[in-house]
């Protein structure tokens, strides 16, 4: 799930990329998340819901709904 929530979000990215301020957190949320996919780091709960709330709705209930802890 963390693989269609990173590219949801990927997509989301891309689609503020002509807003500069949505973008200082897009660009790094987006990039934790990968790392998460990764196995490098573990996602929160309060980085689920602010990702639901700030980037993604579905890539942030994807996520939620992950019962991974990687």
Same mark, same amino acid.
């Given at each position: ?11 989301? &990215? ?15 949320? &987006? ?13 929160? &709960?309060?980085?689920?819901?602010? &990702? ?19």
């Amino acid at each position: 799930m963390k693989l269609a929530a990173f590219i949801l979000c990927l997509l989301s &990215t891309i689609s503020v990329g002509w807003l500069i301020i949505p973008l200082f957190w897009c660009i790094p949320m &987006t990039v934790h998340i990968y790392k998460a996919y990764q196995g490098k780091t573990t996602l929160g &709960t309060g980085f689920k819901v602010c &990702t639901l709330l700030f980037l993604n709705l579905i890539g942030g209930i994807l996520l939620l709904c992950d019962n991974d802890n990687n």
